[in-house]
C-alpha cells in the first residue's frame, strides 16, 4: 500500500513528486500541477502532501500510505495541511489572503505545512498578484501545491516561481482497475464508465456507481439524434439548461440550509426570529456565496454535457473516417452510426467547432440559454 496507488496512469509525474519527497536536492518550495480535468491533479497533489508528511512504517518514507501522518493527510484532516477547492466561480481575493496567513506560520507537528489549491485557474489576476509574493519568498516550511488545467492558465509570473508537472490522460484500463479495486465495481461496468467518462477517476465512479448518473448522460447523447430542425434545437437547449439547473439546486439545497442554519446559530439568532440590521450583511454574504456556488454547480453540469456531446460527435468522426480506434460511446453505436450515415466528415468538426464555442462562450458568462441555442441549432442536420 502507497499514497501513489490511487494517482493512476501517471508513472513519470509520480516518480518526479516521490522523488522530491524523500530527497531535499530535488525538493522545491513550489509547485505547479497541470493535466487535463480528469487527470488526477487533485489526487496527485494529496498524495505529495502525504508522502511530505510521511513520518514512515517498517523504514518506508516517502508515502507509506500506514502511517498516520500519511492517513490523516489523505483524508484530509491532517494539522499542517490546508485544501482550497473552491465550488464557486472563482476564489476570492479575502480567501487567499487567509492562505497567506496560513502559510506563514510554523507547523505544528508535521514536517511541512503544505497548501493545496485545486482550482489555481479560478482565480483573477488581482487575486494572483496577492499570492506572489507568498509563493516567491515562502516561509522555510511552507510548499505550496497548485492544480490547474495548462501552465496557461496561470500568470507567466506565478508559473515562472513553480517547479511544473504535467498530468496526462489516464488509460481506461487503468481507470476501469481502480473502480474495479477501490470501489469493487463489475469489471464491464467499470471500462465502460472509464470510457464514457474518457478517463477522468471522479466521474467514472459516480458513472459507474449511480444508475441515475448513466441514464443523464444518455438523455444528453440521445438529444444529437432528436434534433431534426430549429424548433427541435431550442427545445433541446431549454431542456439541457432545466436539467442543469435542477440538478445544480438538488446538489446545493440540502448544504444551504445547513450552512444558514449554521450561520444563524453562530450568531445567537433562533429560528423564526428577526434578523437584526447590524447582521444582515453577514446573512447577506452568505447568500451570496450560495448562490456563486449555485452558477459554478450549472456550468459544470452544461459544460460536462456539452463534453459527452463532443464525445459522441468523436465517435461520429471516427466511423466516418473508418479509423481502427475503439469508441468512447460503444453503447451507443446505433447513434453514432445513424448519425455518420446523416453527415460528412465536415459537417462532423463543424459541429464539434460549435459545441467547442458554446463551451468558450458559457465560461465567458454568456447566458446559457442563449449559448446552448446556439448549438443545438448549429446540430441540426444540414440537408
Known amino acids: ?52 508528511q510521511c ?19 489523505l483524508a484530509g484532516t491532517h494539522p499542517d495541511l490546508t485544501v482550497v477547492a473552491t465550488d464557486k466561480v472563482v476564489i476570492t481575493i479575502d480567501e487567499v489572503r487567509d492562505l497567506i496567513m496560513t502559510a506563514s506560520r510554523t507547523p505544528s507537528s508535521g514536517r511541512f505545512r503544505v497548501i493545496v489549491v485545486e482550482d489555481a485557474d479560478r482565480m483573477a489576476e488581482r487575486t494572483t498578484n496577492v499570492l506572489l509574493k507568498a509563493i516567491e519568498e515562502p516561509p522555510p516550511h511552507t510548499v505550496w501545491v497548485l492544480c490547474a488545467p495548462s501552465a496557461q492558465d496561470v500568470l507567466p509570473t506565478i508559473r515562472s516561481r513553480c517547479r511544473g508537472v504535467v498530468l496526462r490522460v489516464p488509460p481506461a484500463q487503468d481507470v476501469a482497475e481502480l473502480l474495479v479495486r477501490r470501489d469493487d465495481i463489475d469489471p464491464a461496468v467499470a471500462l465502460t464508465a472509464a470510457r464514457a467518462a474518457q478517463s477522468h477517476v471522479g466521474l467514472a465512479r459516480r458513472l459507474a456507481r449511480d444508475a441515475d448518473a448513466r441514464e443523464r448522460r444518455d438523455a444528453v447523447l440521445e438529444i444529437a439524434r432528436r434534433i431534426r430542425g430549429v424548433g427541435d434545437a431550442v427545445l433541446a437547449a431549454g431542456e439541457l439548461v432545466d436539467v442543469a439547473k435542477a440538478e445544480a439546486l438538488a446538489a446545493t439545497t440540502e448544504r444551504d440550509a445547513v450552512e444558514k442554519a449554521e450561520l444563524l446559530r453562530a450568531l445567537g439568532v433562533q429560528e423564526g426570529d428577526t434578523l437584526p440590521p447590524r447582521l444582515r450583511s453577514q446573512l447577506k454574504q452568505l447568500e451570496d456565496d450560495q448562490k456563486r456556488r449555485a452558477t459554478r454547480r450549472q456550468r459544470d453540469v452544461l459544460d460536462r454535457s456539452m463534453v459527452d456531446l463532443l464525445s459522441l460527435y468523436r465517435d461520429v468522426l471516427v466511423v466516418q473516417l473508418g479509423a481502427s480506434v475503439d469508441l468512447v460511446n460503444a453503447e451507443h453505436d446505433g447513434t453514432v452510426r445513424a448519425l455518420a450515415a446523416d453527415s460528412t466528415p465536415e459537417q462532423t468538426i463543424r459541429r464539434m467547432d460549435a459545441i467547442g464555442v458554446a463551451r468558450e462562450r458559457l465560461e465567458g458568462n454568456v447566458a446559457p440559454l442563449l449559448a446552448l441555442e446556439a448549438m443545438t441549432v448549429a446540430l ?4
Open 55 to 73: 513520518t514512515g512504517t517498517d523504514g518506508e518514507t516517502g508515502g507509506c500510505g500506514r502511517c498516520r501522518a500519511c492517513t490523516t493527510t
Open 1 to 52: 500500500m502507497s499514497v501513489w496507488d490511487d494517482v493512476v496512469g501517471q508513472p513519470d509525474a509520480v516518480a518526479v513528486l516521490r522523488r522530491a519527497a524523500t530527497d531535499p536536492a530535488a525538493m522545491t518550495h513550489a509547485w505547479l500541477l497541470t493535466g487535463p480535468p480528469g487527470s488526477g491533479r487533485s489526487v496527485a497533489a494529496r498524495a505529495f502532501a502525504a508522502a511530505l
Open 380 to 383: 441540426r442536420p444540414q440537408g
